[in-house]
């Protein structure tokens, strides 16, 4: 009895959520002019929910001999917490997009044995640990007060079923692969992202390359942005 309860309430939260998407996608996708303000608007609620504002990155770009390799995908709240890091550090590193809520995130680390970290807790102390000396020098105790709230649990909580689960939850969002099966992007030359990882428009192309399965480099692009260029800005060699 409890088996099938258990699973008639699945079959209806499917549903529940197959109407919802629906209606959000109508939203996005069925009015051109006003679905594109909702959807800035949505992004917005997510930056605003992670504090985003108030987070600065490290000055001084920390320069490795490889590129940090990170399995991920952009609708998860924990490869959100170590991309965020990364931004903060003012790491390039590269993505792979993976959809497995059970193996991601996943840090690979060249310049040290291959070190390979799978928990999302253990590769952020990791990050700090090795790589956040020139963070550590600029951070005040606004900044430590705001890093502190926004990886609270009720903070993730918050972020994860309102945003992720509710508002960002289309598989064009990075939710979920568009990718026909058996096709096989490995032989594409890696694409470069100048970015931020709060960005607005950096958000949009990040969630189409993570359901697209393509592998890109991230390049920070804080130091960019200072010069006055305007990200995201896109390479494809």
């Known amino acids: 009895t409890y088996t099938k309860r258990s699973q008639h309430n ?31 608007l949505i992004l917005y ?7 985003e ?11 490795t001999e490889k590129l940090l390799k990170l399995y991920e995908y952009e609708g998860n709240i924990k490869c959100k917490q170590v991309r965020e890091t990364l931004g903060a550090l003012n790491l390039d590193y590269i993505i792979y997009p993976t959809f497995d809520n059970d193996k991601v995130p996943v840090l690979i680390d060249e310049n040290r044995d291959n070190k390979k970290i799978e928990n999302s807790t253990e590769i952020i102390g990791y990050l700090y640990c090795h790589y956040g000396q020139n963070y550590k020098k600029h951070q005040g105790r606004i900044q430590k007060l705001v ?3 926004r990886n609270q649990s009720i903070s993730l909580f918050i972020y994860k079923i309102f945003y992720l689960s509710l508002l960002r939850c289309l598989p064009e969002h990075g939710t979920k692969s568009i990718v026909k099966p058996g096709h096989d992007n490995n032989d594409i030359k890696l694409l470069e992202l100048y970015s931020t990882e709060q960005g607005i428009g950096c958000i949009k192309i990040r969630e189409i390359l993570s359901s697209l399965e393509l592998s890109y480099i991230v ?4 130091d960019d942005k200072k010069k006055g260029k305007k990200l995201p800005i896109m390479i494809d060699a």
């Open 10 to 40: 699945n079959v209806n939260n499917s549903i529940l959520m197959a109407t919802w998407c629906m209606i959000l996608k109508s939203l996005v996708y069925g009015f051109p002019i006003i679905g594109y303000y909702i959807d800035i």
């Open 45 to 51: 609620i997510g930056y605003i929910l992670r504090l």
């Open 147 to 149: 890093q502190f709230v």
């Open 219 to 222: 390049r920070n692009g804080v």
């Open 53 to 63: 504002m108030f987070i600065n990155c490290a000055t001084d770009k920390c320069e």
